[in-house]
């Protein structure tokens, strides 16, 4: 894409810029419940991306007319924070946050049982606090679990990542740079059973190299997959009563 | 609610359809709807293409004009597409800003383009940091019947490959053919259950909860993929596609879009 000319080096010795080998995840960190008002909600940082997801309901639609006689209907609002990338991004919805939005949400519907909850909405909100590549993929993983800690019925969670192509090589979870200047970007998400529930490609791949990079993206998946479960086993198995409303603890400054 | 239970009934008779085999309109499941493509209908624009597939009918029109380009990528010519789902198209189009189906769809045909590499975008640098050409691409639905972003992205490489620069207008010498450097075409599929169909049509498509498109170029790699809807899709499915993917884009390309 740009910058092809400048020929960095992203691998040094085998290893990428930032330490990681090819086929590994940047560190992640996941925090269930960490705002009051909400009914579920997840902090979470893959790498330099920090995100924060809400889910309200099932509550009632507003406007009535897009409420669904026979089922709940999933709403996902993805929106970045205008200090979230380097050059302010000017406030409010993109034709870009639509699109992620979309395909979002369709990560995340396919696994949610709307059918229990005719004419009622399931609202999720993410807002992307800072950026660097990956951050729907970071965003879908922090909603699902703020969907399971809403109590919401699901199917199983859903976990994301993306493989790219830099200098020639596959990669897992790409950062900004490798983003910026890799040759592509597989962006998934899949529930624990490998079904895919989202699936974009931009960039330039060989049928064979799409091959490599969506088995990787899987193996990533496959390894937050565990750490959400994780995070949701322990917050639960060692919660005696339900918390009320001013014990939640909300974020710390360090966090953001 | 009668609407509800009726196309249910729709969606189940279509599916046991496909299930022994067959599609409604008697079709291959990897058969595309009959193709034709009209290029430069609109002489107003500087590149334009009618596509019809089956009975969906897309127009898209290519302006291209001097402009300033991005700060960020000061000698490269810039790429805008839009896409209108307009009300005469569909009962279920309705007036207003794009909504999120006409945003994806424009993303789609723009990442086809984009990421194909079809535009060299430093050829339409003018002055660097000040003037470059600025391509739209503009996809104007005529008659959703189904498969719109094969029918879009077909229409936008074709009224792309006929495009003038219209060098001429803007004092900035002659007129040229605006350089074309790949061919991505994209290819859209849907499965029920165990099967696979390509080129969906409406109904096709409201059965399917998910589709996915794979846009690919004229050596056969893969310049872009979308699954849309909300449904699950297997890793075995997601390569079925592709591999027929590359055939049927090769044939499309082959009958319609040799230089």
């Known amino acids: 894409m740009i910058g092809m000319d400048e020929k960095l080096s992203f691998f040094k010795n085998g290893v990428r810029l930032d330490g990681r080998r090819p086929d590994e995840l940047r560190p992640i960190k996941i925090e269930v419940g960490v705002l009051a008002r909400a009914d579920g909600s997840c902090y979470m940082e893959m790498g330099d991306n920090k995100v924060i997801a809400a889910v309200y309901g099932p509550r009632e639609v507003h406007p009535r007319h897009l409420q669904e006689a026979t089922r709940a209907i999933v709403r996902y609002r993805y929106n970045m924070a205008s200090f979230s990338v380097e050059e302010r991004k000017r406030p409010g919805p993109d034709r870009r946050s639509n699109e992620v939005s979309k395909v979002s949400r369709e990560a995340l519907e396919p696994v949610i049982l709307t059918s229990y909850f005719p004419k009622s909405v399931v609202d999720v909100f993410v807002e992307v606090l800072q950026a660097d590549a990956g951050t729907r993929t970071a965003g879908i993983n922090a909603a699902s679990v703020a969907l399971a800690d809403a109590g919401i019925p699901m199917k199983s969670l859903i976990s994301s990542c993306a493989a790219g192509k830099v200098d020639g090589e596959i990669v897992l979870d790409p950062m900004k740079i490798e983003d910026n200047l890799g040759e592509a970007d597989v962006p998934i998400a899949m529930t624990p059973n490998g079904d895919i529930t989202l699936l974009q490609m931009d960039g330039r791949l060989t049928p064979e190299e799409f091959r490599k990079a969506l088995t990787m993206a899987k193996a990533g998946c496959e390894q937050i997959y565990e750490i959400q479960r994780k995070v949701l086993v322990d917050r639960y198995s060692s919660m005696d009563e339900p918390e009320s409303c001013d014990e939640v603890e909300g974020l710390s400054e360090e966090e953001i | ?259």
Request: aromatic share 6%; with cysteine; proline share 6%.
């Open chain 2, 1 to 259: 609610m009668s609407d509800v239970v009726m196309a249910e009934i729709r969606k189940d008779y279509l599916y046991h359809l496909v299930l022994k085999g067959e599609r409604a309109d008697g079709r291959a499941f990897d058969e595309y709807r009959e193709i034709v493509l009209e290029t430069g209908p609109i002489r107003k624009a500087d590149g334009s293409a009618l596509v019809k597939l089956g009975k969906t009918q897309v127009i898209v029109g290519v302006k291209i004009q001097p402009g300033e380009p991005f700060s960020d990528t000061p000698n490269k010519g810039v790429i805008i597409t839009n896409a209108e789902l307009v009300p005469l198209a569909s009962p279920s189009f309705e007036p207003g800003p794009p909504n999120e189906v006409g945003i994806e769809l424009a993303r789609v045909v723009d990442r086809g383009v984009r990421e194909s590499g079809a535009i060299d975008l430093e050829s339409l640098c003018i002055t660097p940091g000040e003037k470059v050409w600025i391509v739209f691409i503009d996809v104007h639905v005529l008659d959703d019947c189904g498969n719109l972003m094969d029918a879009s992205s077909l229409g936008a490489i074709a009224a792309l490959m006929t495009a003038t620069i219209p060098a001429q207008q803007y004092g900035l010498g002659e007129d040229y053919p605006l350089p074309v450097k790949d061919v991505p075409v994209a290819t859209t599929a849907v499965e029920f259950g165990d099967a696979i169909i390509f080129d969906p049509d409406t109904d096709e498509e409201s059965v399917a909860d998910t589709k996915l498109t794979v846009i690919t170029t004229a050596d056969g790699s893969v310049c872009g993929m979308q699954k849309s809807g909300p449904g699950f899709i297997s890793q075995d499915h997601i390569y079925r596609i592709v591999d027929i993917a590359c055939e049927r884009a090769k044939e499309i390309r082959e009958k319609f879009l040799e230089v």
